[in-house]
């Protein structure tokens, strides 16, 4: 993700990262079994790049226009509690998550990657998209992520407000 210092002041400012879910968390791939169950893939560096984020104060929340089991397992394992899914329109919670969770508009950083996505994009402070997401997305973001969806994007960005906030040498220091 190529952080100009405009992009820097912004990750500092943090307080929430809103995530999207196919084809941000996963790569968009929705496989079904013969008894119509629905599974999905995450990449274990994403889960904990929001483990390390969540860590060190940030709150992690899931707004998607789809339902799955999948996902709210995906979730309990991490400790996501704030999901909203089956949504038709991302924006019409946003006034619930600011006043929910008492951050700003400009405190939150959203990742998407289709159409859907657009709105909310342009309502918060930093708008983020995947490498592969749709060109109309790349184009309102902020800043768009080396790695594709469910292949690491997540992950990066949430090192990227860590290393920002300054928060990144008290989160290695955990490990080392």
Known sequence: ????????????????????????????????????????IFNVK????????????????????????????????????HIFDALSDKTAVLKMIVEKLDVSAEEIAFIGDDLPDIPLMKLIGLPITVADAAEEVKKIAATVTEAKGGAGAVREVCEAILKAGELWDETLHHYL
């Open 1 to 40: 993700m190529k952080i100009i210092p405009e992009i820097a002041d912004k990750l500092k400012r943090i307080k929430l990262l809103i995530l999207d879910v196919d084809g941000v968390l996963t790569d968009g791939s929705i496989i079904y079994n013969n008894d119509f169950v629905e599974t999905k």
């Open 46 to 81: 994403d889960g904990l790049g929001i483990r390390l984020l969540m860590r060190a104060g940030i709150d992690v929340c899931i707004a998607t226009g789809r339902s799955s089991e999948a996902l709210y397992h995906r979730c309990k394992d991490l400790n996501i509690i």
